[in-house]
């Protein structure tokens, strides 16, 4: 495996931010004294905030680096966080493990399962314990194989578990008339320095006064929507310091960055955001989750179809985005990642893997974009 330093791709959006992000690579804690855990702080440096330890031996997905190279980037229950580069090394196959590390996509598990997906377990072999399920569609990481080659070891959010190689499939390429996510090694930043796409707040504004969503990041620009005070947005990036990009609906344009702050909307106790909508094609179909839960599905030539989501699962590898959902008769997976629809240049702030009823009533398996109500 490369290390991550061999790959180092500087990202043009970290203007508001002293770090320089590098590809997001797969490494390990290591190095510490017996008994010593490594400290995960709030800022690259070691004068930040202690805000929690990890074991040796724990895998970490690293974000980036700072512009020094010695404070690594990652995700720690949800927040972004740093740990010391010396501490952590390369995630290495042993000599006898079989080829086919990497990305992989889970697949061929079939609509009821009884386990629910493709189970993680911790160690290879069904007879070790249960720790976590993925579902179709889901991209892991493989560390290293057994020498037969039937059992994968997988990056988690804070350790590795072991899944059977035979649900395992090479991502395949994608399709242009489908909408499709949009590949993020260098990750855009938000006006707070943090990763986005990312739902904020309007904050800052008078209760009778709207914030102004403009054409063109500067004051002088034509408003093309106007946001509420506590309205949520979806930020995707910045264009400069002070203006960030969001999406409105199917409006891209630009907000005065002063007035947002991360967080916001109705999300699911595990942190799902609700109040969506997705769309997809070939055919047209639409989903809309709402804040109560109800869910309404349609598709070009089928009835609409009212139901209730009954499952919002983070995911065992990151704790967080992609979630598995469930609401009868439709499954999917909803990741927080950028997604074109295939069809115009807007962008839009989640994907989804879904499956659900055509309108013959054939499960059918279709790629889409999410954006707010």
Same mark, same amino acid.
């Given at each position: 495996?490369?290390?991550?330093?061999?790959?180092?791709?500087?990202?043009?959006?970290?203007?508001?931010?002293?770090?320089?992000?590098?590809?997001?690579?797969?490494?390990?804690?290591?190095?510490?004294?017996?008994?010593?855990?490594?400290?995960?702080?709030?800022?690259?440096?070691?004068?930040?905030?202690?805000?929690?330890?990890?074991?040796?031996?724990?895998?970490?997905?690293?974000?980036?680096?700072?512009?020094?190279?010695?404070?690594?980037?990652?995700?720690?229950?949800?927040?972004?966080?740093?740990?010391?580069?010396?501490?952590?090394?390369?995630?290495?196959?042993?000599?006898?493990?079989?080829? $086919?590390?990497?990305?992989?996509? !889970?697949?061929?598990?079939?609509?009821?399962?009884? *386990?629910?997906? =493709?189970?993680? #377990? &911790?160690?290879?072999?069904?007879?070790?314990?249960?720790?976590?399920?993925?579902?179709?569609?889901?991209?892991?990481?493989?560390?290293?194989?057994?020498?037969?080659?039937?059992?994968?070891?997988?990056?988690?959010?804070?350790?590795?578990?072991?899944?059977?190689?035979?649900?395992?499939?090479?991502?395949?390429?994608?399709?242009?008339?489908?909408?499709?996510?949009?590949?993020?090694?260098?990750?855009?930043?938000?006006?707070? $320095?943090?990763?986005?796409?990312? !739902?904020?707040?309007?904050?800052?504004?008078?209760? *009778?006064?709207? =914030?102004?969503? #403009? &054409?063109?990041?500067?004051?002088?620009?034509?408003?093309?929507?106007?946001?509420?005070?506590?309205?949520?947005?979806?930020?995707?990036?910045?264009?400069?310091?002070?203006?960030?990009?969001?999406?409105?609906?199917?409006?891209?344009?630009?907000?005065?960055?002063?007035?947002?702050?991360?967080?916001?909307?109705?999300?699911?106790?595990?942190?799902?955001?609700?109040?969506?909508?997705?769309?997809?094609?070939?055919?047209?179909?639409?989903?809309?989750?709402?804040?109560?839960?109800?869910?309404?599905?349609?598709?070009?030539?089928?009835?609409?179809?009212?139901?209730?989501?009954?499952?919002?699962?983070?995911?065992?590898?990151?704790?967080?985005?992609?979630?598995?959902?469930?609401?009868?008769?439709?499954?999917?997976?909803?990741?927080?990642?950028?997604?074109?629809?295939?069809?115009?240049?807007?962008?839009?702030?989640?994907?989804?893997?879904?499956?659900?009823?055509?309108?013959?009533?054939?499960?059918?398996?279709?790629?889409?974009?999410?954006?707010?109500?």
């Amino acid at each position: 495996m490369n290390g991550c330093f061999s790959r180092l791709c500087i990202s043009m959006a970290a203007v508001s931010m002293s770090t320089s992000l590098a590809c997001a690579d797969i490494m390990k804690v290591g190095g510490l004294r017996d008994g010593d855990t490594l400290n995960v702080r709030a800022g690259a440096g070691a004068h930040f905030t202690d805000i929690g330890d990890l074991k040796s031996g724990t895998i970490v997905d690293v974000k980036g680096v700072d512009s020094t190279g010695n404070w690594g980037q990652i995700l720690y229950r949800g927040q972004v966080a740093y740990v010391a580069m010396r501490y952590l090394e390369d995630v290495m196959p042993p000599a006898n493990s079989s080829i $086919g590390t990497g990305k992989f996509l !889970v697949s061929g598990i079939k609509p009821g399962d009884p *386990d629910g997906g =493709l189970v993680i #377990r &911790a160690g290879a072999g069904s007879d070790f314990m249960v720790i976590g399920v993925l579902a179709n569609g889901e991209t892991i990481h493989v560390i290293e194989r057994t020498p037969d080659g039937k059992w994968a070891m997988i990056a988690l959010a804070t350790q590795v578990g072991w899944v059977s190689t035979a649900y395992l499939s090479a991502i395949p390429s994608n399709d242009p008339a489908q909408p499709q996510p949009m590949p993020a090694e260098n990750p855009m930043l938000g006006p707070d $320095g943090l990763p986005v796409p990312a !739902v904020y707040s309007v904050t800052n504004v008078a209760a *009778d006064d709207a =914030l102004w969503v #403009r &054409a063109e990041p500067n004051a002088n620009s034509t408003p093309v929507n106007a946001l509420a005070p506590n309205a949520p947005v979806s930020v995707i990036g910045i264009a400069t310091p002070a203006w960030a990009k969001v999406t409105v609906g199917q409006t891209v344009g630009y907000v005065n960055a002063r007035y947002l702050t991360r967080g916001g909307g109705v999300t699911t106790s595990s942190g799902l955001q609700m109040n969506l909508i997705c769309r997809g094609t070939e055919p047209f179909w639409t989903l809309e989750i709402a804040p109560d839960r109800s869910v309404i599905y349609t598709v070009m030539g089928g009835d609409e179809q009212r139901t209730l989501l009954h499952q919002a699962s983070p995911s065992a590898r990151t704790g967080g985005y992609p979630y598995t959902i469930a609401a009868q008769p439709v499954s999917g997976i909803i990741d927080q990642r950028m997604c074109s629809d295939g069809m115009s240049e807007i962008e839009y702030p989640w994907s989804i893997l879904l499956n659900a009823p055509n309108a013959t009533g054939n499960t059918m398996t279709a790629h889409g974009c999410c954006t707010l109500r």
